[in-house]
């Protein structure tokens, strides 16, 4: 049985919540075995997103690791411009990254770019 743990959840309008019990979704994944398979997929994905943040934070410096924060907040919430229109940056490969921020690695203190 899973170790329970406390949440404090908060709507951003008028929401109905359901709560399952481990036994009942259990019970829902053994009558519908498809549930089981997308709740496993979207735990991957989450783990996937933890791992690469520790990643992250391993490998990088601070301003590498901001930037790449920025780059994943716009490709969820967007950009506002300077003449205040919105812009959605896609997800870019790593190539068009560094050609936008630049390099981003290590140096030390003192020691110019490029």
Known sequence: MPLSRALRV??????????LRWED?????FRNPEVGIKAIRLL????????GRL???VRKEVPA????LILRLSEYEGL???DGSARYLPATPTSSLR???GPTERRS????GG
């Open 10 to 19: 908060e709507a951003l309008q008028p929401s109905t919540l359901l709560v």
């Open 65 to 68: 690791r901001l930037a790449g």
């Open 99 to 101: 050609a936008w921020w």
């Open 109 to 112: 203190p003192g020691q110019s």
């Open 44 to 51: 991957s994905e989450r783990l996937a997103v933890c791992e």
């Open 25 to 29: 979704f259990e019970d829902l994944v």
């Open 80 to 82: 506002v411009t300077g």
């Open 55 to 57: 990643s992250d934070m």
